[in-house]
DNA sequence: TTCTAATATAAGCACCTACTAAAGTTCTGG
DNA sequence: CCAGAACTTTAGTAGGTGCTTATATTAGAA
């Protein structure tokens, strides 16, 4: 399933929010989830396995709770075919940041 | 339209490429898109409309031709909502960089 | 005006996706 | 071991999306 199709569902974005700023079980998720979509706990736990499969989310077992994590690689692509429009509305590089640019590059 | 329901469509990234260097009249894009996706000019057709009513193209008539070009802003706002995720892959300013930033901010 | 090129729109159909309800799994406490 | 909590998975379904074919529009050439 490709970044977009993942993406492209509200509910995924919104989880995707969610564990932004830290980690959360799945319980937590749903509730909040459940309230602001009126959807079911399945639905919610199917949109984790989506977020699972397609890399954009990490698990790890706590006993009977599963804790959800954001992994960024999927969204760091997105961010990548991002960066062909960013000229549009980004002001050209000064040379003074060009030149710290440069100097970062090379201490790589 | 949702921006992201827009872009999961990968004949419309396509366009959006294609449109991203320079605007293209209509039978051209639809060229590019019959040979390298083998859909018909209506589906090429329908998919510049979605991008029109989306905003993430505008339209110049130039005779029997229809010009199409990038508008920005709605990959600006996707931009804008992947921001939140940037600090896991993105480094942290360092000082230099932090004053250019206020600066500019500044001088705004 | 008539013909053709360039493009858009309409109608109809085949998937695909997100949902619900129900059943299955796995852990923990008593 | 049993009950219940925390999740996941399965089966079935309604609605949406993208495609094709056919038709309409509009501009320029003859």
């Not at 954009?56 to 075919?81: C, N, S």
């Not at 960013?86 to 440069?102: M, S, V, Y």
Request: a neutral charge.
């Amino acid at each position: 399933m490709h970044a977009f199709d993942v993406l492209r569902d509200p509910v995924r974005r919104r989880i995707l929010e969610l564990l932004a700023g830290e980690e959360h079980p799945a319980g937590e998720v749903a509730a909040v989830i459940e309230r602001e979509f009126g959807i079911t706990q399945a639905a919610v736990s199917q949109h984790l396995k989506v977020l699972r499969d397609s890399g954009f989310a990490t698990v790890r077992i706590d006993g009977a709770r599963r804790i959800y994590a954001v992994d960024p690689e999927p969204l760091r692509d997105v961010d990548a075919w991002l960066a062909r429009f960013r000229g549009f509305w980004e002001p050209k590089l000064d040379a003074l940041e060009t030149e710290i640019a440069r100097g970062k590059r090379k201490a790589k």
